[in-house]
Every structure is written in C-alpha cells, then in structure tokens.
Antibody, heavy 122, light 107 residues
Framework: QITLKESGPTLVKPTQTLTLTCTFS??????????VGWIRQPPGKALEWLAL???????RYSPSLKSRLTITKDTSKNQVVLTMTNMDPVDTATYYC??????????????WGQGTLVTVSS | AIRITQSPSSLSASTGDRVTITCRAS??????LAWYQQKPGKAPKLLIY???TLQSGVPSRFSGSGSGTDFTLTISCLQSEDFATYYC?????????FGGGTKVEIK
C-alpha cells in the first residue's frame, strides 16, 4: 500500500532554510504519471499548496512562494525533498507531502503523509 | 491564480441532517475540483474528485455536483464520524488552490 512520511526539523530560526524530506513507499517516482506534492497548513487555518514534482522531473511551485522553494526527488531512495529559504514566523505550519492521484486526470492527492509541524521562532 | 470561495465557513448540524457545502471558483474550472475531509490532528482525506466521482471506500452518503464555477458537496445523512472540516481544491490550473474550509460541528 502507499505510505508517505515527512521528516525534518520541528523548530527553525527566522531567516534559516528549512529542509523537509518525504519518504514514501508503495509507488515509484520513475513511473509515468506519478507525482508528489507538498501542502502546508498553519495552525487553525486552511490548506495551502506549495509545490509538486512529477515522474519526468517537471516541477510546479506556488507563485507566491516560488522564489523561496525548491523541490527535488531521489528516485533511488524513494524520497522527495522540499527546501524553503528565508523562513519567517508566518511559515509556522504543519507540512504535508501527498501522492498525486493516478486514476484521474489532474493534480489532486489521494494519499497523504501524517504531516510534520514546523515552528519558526528565535 | 484561481480563487476558491468556500461557504459557509462553519455550520452546526445534527446527526441525520442533510448538509450542503459550496465552493465557487473565480473562473470556470470545468469539473476539475476535489473535496477533502480533515479531522483534528489528521491529514486530509480525499472524498470526491472530478467534481462528482466518489473516491474508493468513501460512503455513498457523500456526493458532489457542479461544473464551471459552482460546486457543492452534500452529505445526505450526517453521521457522527462526519463532523470534521471539509476543503475543496481546484486543479484546472496547474497552480493548485484550496478553499478556506467548512467546519461541520455538532448542534
């Protein structure tokens, strides 16, 4: 079955760079059509899509955060890494990675990791 | 970016009630809309995609409708396990956007 799990620091200081890793199983990012996305959710607030990487290494970013985000994949390790530069307290959120739903056209997500809470504070 | 306006932001209902949640897109998105359910402390769960297609394993009391700019999620007979927050997401544009959420609370 498909599982995803996020890992990374729980606390980062303002201006630092955040690096999050999504380790997955049950699918391969070398298979046509497969994608993994990152979505975040500030405490008590709505979901916000951040980035998406596809099997062919195509990448999409939220336009409001594009200058700060980088998404990469390591197919051999079954991992996707998201980096976000210049962290600010408003970036405090639970960060999720999710699997792109393959059984239908378009970018929505059928399997999600449990999420990891990242707090930005000095 | 396509904006998604979800309403209401919260509602109170009783077990057995019929509940309807609405999402409106700032431009036409055909049927490229998904609905998720999120319970406190948990990841979102995909309920419906392509506006009206039920994800495998989701109870049939959930249904979705709409196309273009206006969409609805209906829970025909609210169960205790349905008290949660619901989000819609458009994927017509590759710049994905979510609605603001609707919290369904116990009356």
């Amino acid at each position: 079955q498909i599982t995803l799990k996020e890992s990374g620091p729980t606390l980062v200081k303002p201006t630092q760079t955040l690096t999050l890793t999504c380790t997955f199983s049950g699918f391969s990012l070398s298979t046509s059509g497969v994608g993994v996305g990152w979505i975040r959710q500030p405490p008590g607030k709505a979901l916000e899509w951040l980035a998406l990487i596809y099997w062919n290494d195509d990448k999409r970013y939220s336009p409001s955060l594009k200058s700060r985000l980088t998404i990469t994949k390591d197919t051999s390790k079954n991992q996707v890494v998201l980096t976000m530069t210049n962290m600010d307290p408003v970036d405090t959120a639970t960060y999720y990675c999710a699997h792109r739903h393959l059984l239908a056209y378009g970018d929505h997500f059928d399997y999600w990791g449990q999420g990891t809470l990242v707090t930005v504070s000095s | 970016a396509i904006r998604i306006t979800q309403s209401p932001s919260s509602l109170s209902a009783s077990t057995g009630d019929r509940v309807t949640i609405t999402c409106r897109a700032s431009q036409g998105i055909s049927s490229y809309l998904a609905w998720y359910q999120q319970k406190p402390g948990k990841a979102p769960k995909l309920l419906i995609y392509a506006a009206s297609t039920l994800q495998s394993g989701v109870p049939s009391r959930f249904s979705g409708s709409g196309s273009g700019t206006d969409f609805t999620l209906t829970i025909s007979c609210l169960q205790s396990e349905d008290f949660a927050t619901y989000y819609c997401q458009q994927y017509y544009s590759y710049l994905l956007t979510f609605g603001g959420g609707t919290k369904v609370e116990i009356k």
